[in-house]
């Protein structure tokens, strides 16, 4: 069914096809703003760095990337790594001391579902995963599920928030809440804030103001800023020296940093610019979508659009038409639903490709909406948009 569908609208969009493939030959990745790929002009960067060893301390481009982050961030130190698990793994377990004890996490969060474990084999803690009332973890959830029981429990040491999470913004105001109470009961706050830059882009809030509520924080330069590779953890002088320890100990010491660093440096100082049009694009993408009928299952505050097309068409027959058409790569593991996500190499031509081919899809083949599936389970979408999720993701 699906092929004799292709062969039906090749001929209505192969002209089309055509002349936005020889301007874009490339295949333009929306299913994560990790897709991003080197340029050019990143090598270059690359070659001009230093090449000292930073199990050391030693090199210069590594050394000026992790000041610079620890400023934005509004802390004293910074420790760049190879990965968003590490530096969450580290920042939790420089705040941790003595078994046993526990970390209160979000349970769509990325520390609960995929970093292995970590704090578990890392840390020796246990970990509680809340489901919140509302969108993101506040002061009652805390309340609700913090373990004080000091004779039977592993008493909660740390809070630890992820902004964005699912691409969908944590506000100032409630973080300031949740940091103030996590204080008062004596817990470190540690944030996984791997694409903080969105949020800050979105809200025009400085990254330091949500950096001063937490004792630890994680970025990632790979998700959205579009590095080759790196996150980096930060906090106090102390917390990173004994960091850059535990970072030898989990085996990730690494010698000739100099390249990843600069070029990290680099996306941060010239890509973070380009998100603001980043996420208008994902809106104008977003509202183009809505008008066809489909639904988003989250708010759509940053880059990513969690879409239920509503039975309109086959998520699986637009993800192939988009490829085959107009080499745009959607994810497709669910046949309604998914989760599309933009970053700074998705131009509007592309955005403007894939709203022509939707709407040409959807007056050739689409049906009325089908809203009996309105309660849609958005782990089908993507593995950490629900609770119930057991999948794997990247």
Not at 282 to 310: H, K
């Amino acid at each position: 069914m699906l092929l004799s569908l292709l062969s039906r609208q090749r001929g209505s969009l192969r002209g089309y096809a055509r002349s936005f493939a020889t301007l874009q030959p490339a295949v333009h990745d929306i299913t994560s703003d990790t897709a991003t790929r080197p340029t050019d002009a990143m090598f270059d960067v690359m070659k001009s760095a230093t090449k000292e060893d930073d199990v050391f301390g030693m090199d210069t481009s590594t050394n000026e990337l992790e000041a610079h982050v620890a400023k934005l961030l509004g802390h004293e130190a910074a420790l760049f790594c190879a990965s968003g698990s590490m530096t969450n793994q580290i920042g939790l377990r420089v705040n941790l001391h003595q078994p046993p004890h526990s970390v209160l996490v979000d349970v769509r969060s990325h520390i609960n579902l995929y970093e292995c474990g970590g704090l578990a084999y890392h840390s020796q803690a246990s970990l509680t995963a809340v489901q919140p009332k509302g969108a993101h973890l506040d002061v009652a959830d805390i309340e609700a599920n913090a373990i004080k029981d000091d004779l039977c429990g592993a008493l909660t040491k740390i809070v630890a928030v992820e902004n964005t999470l699912n691409g969908t913004i944590m506000p100032l105001e409630q973080l300031e809440r949740v940091s103030a109470y996590a204080r008062q009961q004596g817990y470190k706050v540690h944030m996984d804030g791997a694409r903080i830059w969105e949020a800050s882009v979105a809200t025009g809030i400085p990254l330091a103001e949500y950096g001063r509520l937490c004792d630890t924080v994680s970025v990632c330069v790979s998700k959205g800023i579009g590095a080759p590779i790196g996150s980096l953890v930060v906090g106090g002088h102390e917390q990173m020296r004994k960091a850059r320890h535990l970072r030898k100990l989990m085996g990730g010491g690494w010698r000739q940093t100099g390249g990843l660093a600069a070029v990290a440096h680099h996306c941060i100082d010239n890509v973070i610019p380009t998100m603001k049009a980043t996420q208008q694009r994902t809106q104008r993408l977003w509202q183009g979508l809505e008008a066809l009928g489909m639904r988003t299952l989250l708010p759509v505050d940053t880059n990513m659009i969690f879409i239920d097309t509503c039975g309109i068409i086959s998520l699986k027959f637009w993800a192939d038409s988009l490829l085959t058409h107009g080499n745009i790569k959607m994810d497709a593991s669910d046949d309604r639903a998914s989760r599309i996500v933009l970053h700074h190499q998705i131009t509007d031509q592309v955005v403007d490709c894939m709203l022509d081919l939707t709407r040409q899809l959807v007056r050739d083949h689409g049906k009325a909406p089908d809203h009996r599936n309105d309660d849609l389970d958005i782990s089908k979408v993507y593995p950490s948009a629900s609770a119930s999720s057991n999948s794997s993701s990247t």
